[in-house]
């Protein structure tokens, strides 16, 4: 095996992966090249797919160029196919309503998000905590679910769960500060690390490391755990009930920080789609341990080439 800090020669690339080139003759714009120049191709199938979803499946309520037929095929092998998202404003039901109105019916079970796996690490680690959630409708409800006591009395708080909150504000900040500063009872956890959320066209929404921020700032605390991608959390509990090494896996997503860093920090193989955050540019500078094997400009490019032929693909299908 080679090791990861060799240079590889210019037809392959770690990870089972192998570059690709375009076809003679096409003309590229600067982008393009950039984009097709960085692409790296499995040469493989594997057993399990794990996707991160806004990015990667789809992008706001449109499916990405290839996303539908991967899955189908994907599916039709027999390969088990999990959906990731560190997004904590919606349940998995929410999300799998969405997939099947994009035409991807998937079942609840097939879903994780932060949602899910804080509800578990209270639930495993801290059963009799009293939590203050800063956070939106669908977090609260599954610790409603779960039977988690809530509250938002400094005096009984053990936990403060920062999240991705739109209705952040000093109310809750003085609640959160009063717990762990005044009454030096509670502790801070947080449903994941991500800065902010992308949306179509470039824009963004600060997200749940913003509002951990604020806490941390004026309390002079540290967040003590947080559940989402790359915390291999969402990975356990993704791949539950599947019989499956993890180098027999891969994680597919846009973002450098956490998708693709949690796949290389437990030994899977991590694809890149450069759909969403992540573009070429960005990995020009990034230490090879740090660079995933896998880089797609669309991610039906999942499935190796040799696939592609056989069914006849071309990248003129939107689906």
Request: proline share 8%.
């Amino acid at each position: 095996m080679r090791a990861a800090s060799e240079p590889l020669p210019p037809s392959a690339t770690r990870g089972g992966a192998v570059a690709a080139r375009p076809e003679p003759g096409t003309v590229l714009d600067d982008a393009t090249a950039t984009a097709r120049d960085a692409v790296r191709v499995p040469d493989r199938l594997y057993d399990a797919y794990l996707f991160d979803m806004d990015g990667t499946i789809y992008l706001g309520d449109d499916l990405l160029p290839g996303a539908g037929r991967l899955i189908g095929e994907l599916r039709s092998r027999g390969k088990a196919v999990r959906f990731l998202s560190n997004n904590p404003t919606k349940d998995p039901q929410q999300y799998a309503d969405k997939l099947a109105h994009l035409g991807l019916p998937t079942p609840i079970e097939e879903i994780v998000n932060t949602t899910v796996t804080m509800t578990r690490w209270l639930l495993d680690n801290h059963p009799d905590a009293v939590v203050f959630p800063i956070s939106e409708a669908p977090l609260k409800h599954a610790f409603e679910a779960a039977g988690i006591h809530m509250s938002d009395d400094p005096a009984e708080i053990d936990i403060v769960v920062a999240s991705y909150d739109r209705g952040f504000n000093y109310e809750k900040l003085q609640i959160a500060f009063d717990a762990i500063w005044f009454y030096k009872r509670a502790r801070l956890v947080g449903t994941n690390p991500d800065r902010f959320c992308p949306f179509p066209g470039g824009r963004g929404e600060p997200d749940c490391a913003a509002v951990i921020a604020a806490v941390e700032a004026c309390t002079d605390t540290i967040c003590e755990a947080n559940l989402g991608k790359p915390n291999p959390a969402m990975l356990h509990a993704a791949l539950k009930g599947i019989d499956v090494e993890l180098g027999d896996c891969v994680m597919v997503g846009d973002r450098l920080s956490t998708d693709i860093r949690m796949g290389l920090d437990t030994g899977m193989a991590a694809a890149l789609v450069l759909t969403g955050e992540t573009n070429a540019e960005d990995l020009r500078t990034l230490a090879p341990k740090d660079t995933p094997g896998i880089v797609l400009d669309r991610i039906d490019r999942l499935l190796p080439s040799e696939i592609w032929r056989q069914a006849g693909w071309s990248e003129d299908e939107r689906v």
